[in-house]
């Protein structure tokens, strides 16, 4: 067989694997599109009630053990800071996903020395001590790191990516098998995969929270520009950037950006903001 052969076949295969998997999906908008205009349609093999129950059996979980360790809000006036920030955040999703008002939504303090902070499925939302503590980060620093977490949990991005890498093993799995490529062909399919479509689709996830997070900020009455300082401190701590082919954000300078763009695209909102919060 030659190079060009074993390529088309290679296509021929991937493309019917495709067809398959597809077939299982469905096309969802999980957000309205808001000022920054995020509207790309997504596609969904798992169903978020399956995706929300895993995450509340993990986030119940991790609350017990970080409670039992001494961990969970120990600080009073960190506790009451983040939540606020986020009660106001809180009450501007209906901006951007009408349902997520009704969602059951929990703030908590973490102490631990990671700059970090997440938002699982579901409006589960965990702030490090370590991220308010080596950032220093004002309030207005702070919505932009909680806007950019639920921003994640409104686009269903943990449930797309579950979608995407079960579809994506079942396609892997019945080219390798009809191909016979063998395991080490099926992982140069995964690596493959990986490299064309799976990080440049988390990148996508990233943006789009990002995108999203300073217009929540902003419609909350925090200064949308603070996404652009808060990144910047993020790079002090953060270490040697990585590669941006083999990484799942964006690179510092398309990240720097684009925020800058969208936070300004948002401005007015943030004028109006302030006078309503």
């Not at 800058?260 to 007015?268: D, E, F, G, N």
């Amino acid at each position: 067989m030659t190079i060009e052969s074993g390529i088309a076949t290679f296509r021929r295969l991937l493309l019917a694997a495709c067809v398959v998997t597809l077939a299982a999906c469905e096309t969802v908008q999980t957000t309205q599109g808001g000022v920054v205009g995020v509207n790309r349609p997504q596609q969904m093999a798992i169903s978020a009630q399956t995706i929300e129950q895993a995450s509340n059996e993990e986030y119940a979980k991790l609350i017990a053990q970080e409670q039992q360790k001494g961990n969970l809000n120990r600080n009073p006036a960190q506790v009451s800071r983040v939540r606020a920030v986020a009660n106001r955040l809180i009450r501007q999703v209906p901006a951007i996903r009408p349902d997520a008002q009704r969602w059951n939504w929990e703030v908590n303090v973490l102490t631990a020395p990671e700059a970090n902070a997440w938002c699982m499925p579901g409006g589960k939302i965990a702030v490090y001590t370590g991220l308010l503590e080596k950032l220093q980060l004002t309030d207005d620093e702070l919505a932009a790191v909680m806007g950019h977490e639920m921003a994640h949990a409104l686009r269903e991005h943990a449930r797309e990516r579950a979608s995407e890498q079960s579809l994506a093993g079942v396609g892997i799995s019945i080219v390798s098998a009809v191909a016979g490529l063998g395991d080490l062909g099926q992982k140069g399919m995964e690596y493959a995969y990986m490299g064309l479509r799976g990080l440049p689709n988390s990148r996508s996830h990233e943006t789009e929270a990002d995108r999203i997070g300073v217009e929540l900020a902003a419609r909350a009455g925090y200064d949308p520009r603070a996404a652009v300082t808060l990144w910047q401190k993020m790079a002090q701590v953060g270490g040697d950037a990585p590669i941006k082919f083999l990484s799942t954000h964006p690179s510092r300078e398309d990240r720097l950006s684009d925020l800058s763009v969208y936070s300004q695209r948002v401005m007015p909102l943030y004028e109006q903001g302030k006078k309503t919060n």
